[in-house]
């Protein structure tokens, strides 16, 4: 079954710095991809997902890209605020697909930003 | 519209005993999973339910855990009898049948055995 590794399990980043947060997967067949914040004593939410058949995808700060070929894949974060403070999970999954249409889930980093 | 909720939200109880966390989806949709976290570790998946039926319960740990989702709508996820090691938060969460991917997570049920 899939695997999804993520490092680092925590990060810290002056205000305003970029913040990388890398995975990788093991199933190629993968082809969806999700990154999941989840704030202080809420729920994790959907920040940003990317598919296969793309190899980067932005929306404002917020970064994703993808190298199918190494089976790796990261999110990147520009000109860090505060509330962007939080834990993120990275996934891999295989939508509309059968049995294999749960979504797998990282470790889980937690990004400190510093005033 | 409202969001998946759970319930409790805390759980505190001994080992040996039984605990049993609820989860309501989101209206409409026919997908839903529980997930657990342990400190630190990943969000693991538990099972995923299509309506009322389980379509994958691969990543449920042992026998003493049993999920239910009777007539489709809300489920069940029973621990009995309870183990330390089963500590950590239960997330569920839902999608639509036609699954773009986006899951919607609820708050949790975070569940302290002693």
């Known amino acids: 079954g899939e695997n999804v590794e993520q490092h680092p399990s925590t990060l810290s980043v002056q205000e305003g710095d970029s913040a990388v947060i890398k995975c990788t997967y093991s199933d190629s067949a993968s082809n969806y991809f999700p990154w999941y914040k989840q704030e202080l004593g809420k729920r994790p939410q959907l920040i940003i997902d990317i598919r296969s058949n793309v190899g980067e995808k932005k929306d404002q700060r917020i970064a994703v890209t993808l190298n199918k070929t190494a089976k790796h894949f990261s999110l990147h974060i520009t000109e860090t605020q505060p509330e962007d403070s939080a834990v993120y999970f990275c996934a891999a999954s295989q939508p509309g697909g059968s049995s294999a249409s749960k979504i797998i889930f990282g470790s889980g980093t937690r990004l400190s930003i510093r005033p | 519209e409202a969001g998946v909720t759970q319930f409790p939200s805390h759980s505190v109880i001994e080992k040996g005993q039984t605990v049993t966390l609820r989860c309501d989806p989101i209206s409409g949709h026919d997908n839903l999973y529980w997930y657990r976290r342990v400190m630190g570790k990943e969000i693991k998946f538990l099972l995923h339910?299509?309506?009322?039926?389980?379509?994958?319960e691969s990543g449920m740990p042992n026998n003493r855990f049993l999920a239910e989702r009777t007539g489709g709508t809300y489920s069940t996820l029973k621990v009995q009898p309870a183990e330390l090691e089963d500590s950590g938060v239960y997330f569920c969460?839902?999608?639509?049948?036609?699954?773009?991917?986006?899951?919607?997570f609820g708050e949790g049920s975070r569940l302290t055995v002693l």
């Open positions: 969460a839902s999608s639509r049948l036609q699954n773009t991917g986006e899951l919607f």
């Open positions: 339910f299509v309506k009322e039926s389980k379509q994958d």
